[in-house]
């Protein structure tokens, strides 16, 4: 994986299994956002795409929230109900304040603005890699803290919110490649994964068949602040936590909201006592 001059790479070892690009040359329609492309597994497969023809706003990793007090940090078009998807004037973007990075861990401060470049958000953001030598993977730990600091309270929002059942999406949110790929979601309950995303599950196991053989990603996020499963499989294949599942959540004015998405990248089919144990294993680093 090469990388242009100053971009962060995360490393295990020699290996470069991430590459983190600040996305300020994004299209404006497209919320412009700083992503995380490619990322692959220990062995290169990479389980990331970007501008993908069914959706083009989606981009590798990234902090996808639809809607901040009516702007559009998302990208695309906007639910508008009852009619449906409408491109509207209304998208803002994630302008990267101050970067740290190594080997290991990516820290940022960020300032979401709107479409005039009014401030609406701080966001303080940390993203870490570690190698899981027992279990032949790595893991990937995403936390972001969006601060209400405009003297505002906010108000975050999704089509679900607008009035289109199912359709909940937006957060931190992981767009797989994998066209035409078999794609299988497990939930720690059991197989049955709601077709309509609102699990709320501690983890979210996605196995897909490549040519190559199969790869896993497990997606988790902590006990204590558990979020449903927006995922799909079908049509595309991407998952996250869903901020806004069926209705707004609110940040008070000077409060904070912590987001948080964990992962794990494996060269083979996890089972599902394998995924339990990794979940308890990602439970010992946080």
Do not use: C
């Amino acid at each position: 994986m090469s990388a242009p001059d100053g971009e962060p790479v995360l490393r295990i070892g020699a290996r470069d299994v991430a590459r983190y690009a600040a996305g300020q040359d994004m299209a404006p329609t497209l919320s412009p956002r700083p992503y995380l492309h490619p990322v692959t597994t220990l062995d290169g497969v990479e389980l990331t795409e970007i501008l993908p023809e069914d959706h083009t706003h989606h981009y590798g990793v990234s902090n996808a929230v639809v809607e901040v007090n009516g702007t559009m940090f998302w990208g695309g078009k906007s639910y508008v109900h009852p009619t449906g998807y409408e491109m509207l004037d209304n998208h803002g973007r994630q302008v990267p304040v101050r970067t740290e990075s190594g080997d290991h861990r990516i820290a940022e401060q960020l300032e979401w603005v709107d479409g005039a470049g009014a401030h609406v958000l701080t966001e303080q953001r940390e993203i870490l890699a570690d190698l899981l030598p027992e279990h032949e993977a790595w893991a990937l730990r995403w936390h972001s803290q969006l601060i209400a600091d405009g003297g505002t309270d906010l108000a975050l929002g999704s089509p679900a919110t607008r009035g289109r059942v199912g359709a909940g999406y937006g957060g931190l949110f992981w767009r797989l490649s994998g066209e035409n790929v078999l794609t299988t979601a497990t939930v720690a309950d059991g197989p049955d994964v709601d077709p309509l995303g609102n699990d709320t599950s501690p983890w979210l196991l996605l196995v897909q068949e490549r040519s190559t053989g199969p790869v896993s990603l497990l997606l988790a996020q902590p006990r204590n602040s558990m979020l449903p499963w927006f995922v799909r499989t079908s049509g595309y294949v991407g998952a996250g936590p869903a901020v806004a599942w069926d209705a707004e959540r609110s940040i008070a004015a000077g409060e904070r909201l912590d987001l948080h998405l964990w992962a794990v990248l494996a060269d083979r089919a996890l089972t599902t006592a394998e995924a339990t144990a990794l979940y308890e294993r990602l439970e010992q680093l946080a």
